[in-house]
């Protein structure tokens, strides 16, 4: 486990990004979107609804909202309205982070293979990425929806590089999330954790357990 630089991804010729929490400070627009939709739809959330849905997908959320919390609207109509409550933040405001803003571009120049593959909407990651100037450094947007995987198992990392041609041997996935940094951990590649507040109280055993970390 080392804290990395900008130049250490370089060394990896396949990369594998997040965005959410990882490319982009969106973490904190996610964190009380179930909450704030259900209230909107007139439905009283669990106390814990962001522990329940923090490692769904977005189908998965909108189909327990509708079985477990009784929201009486089709899963796609659900999806399509989560969605608008965000896309205005991901299309004007969402900032990109620091390390991301000067590791990407680096090793985009380095020649280094990259793709994101995140849980958020394709479209919407195409729009935020492209704002922040990223958008080109990325040979693909794969979202776990339509690879119909999800992050709490390594597959769908050894998935992208399969889709992509990344040798996973040779591969760096950088992740945020506790649960999807142990997934990443499952494959052959080497993960690095970026830190994300969401993470905090899981961030010094996300060090030990990642090959690399960044704060």
């Known amino acids: 486990m080392k804290q990395a630089c900008a130049a250490d991804l370089c060394r990896y010729p396949f990369l594998i990004w997040d965005m959410d929490g990882t490319i982009l400070d969106s973490m904190p627009y996610w964190t009380n979107l179930g909450r704030d939709y259900l209230v909107s739809v007139g439905i009283t959330p669990p106390q814990n609804l962001h522990e329940i849905i923090d490692a769904m997908t977005m189908e ?5 909202f509708r079985q477990t919390l009784g929201l009486d609207k089709p899963e796609e109509t659900i999806i399509e309205e989560i969605f608008s ?18 590791a990407i571009p680096q090793a ?9 593959l995140t849980t958020s ?15 080109d450094c ?78």
């Open 85 to 102: 409550l965000i896309a205005d933040e991901y299309r004007q405001l969402v900032p990109a982070k620091a390390f991301a803003a000067d």
């Open 60 to 64: 998965e959320s909108a189909r327990y």
């Open 121 to 135: 909407d394709k479209e919407l990651a195409s729009q935020a990425l492209r704002r922040v100037g990223l958008l």
């Open 138 to 215: 990325f040979e693909a947007i794969l979202s776990t929806d339509t690879l119909g995987l999800d992050k709490r198992s390594g597959t769908i990392y050894e998935r992208t590089c399969e889709l992509l041609g990344f040798d996973i041997a040779q591969t760096l996935i950088c992740e945020d999330a506790p649960y999807a940094i142990r997934a990443a951990k499952q494959t052959k590649a080497k993960v690095l954790a970026v830190y994300d507040p969401e993470s905090e109280g899981d961030w010094d055993a996300l060090c030990r357990l990642a090959d690399w970390w960044v704060k």
């Open 108 to 116: 985009h120049r380095a020649g280094c293979r990259m793709c994101v």
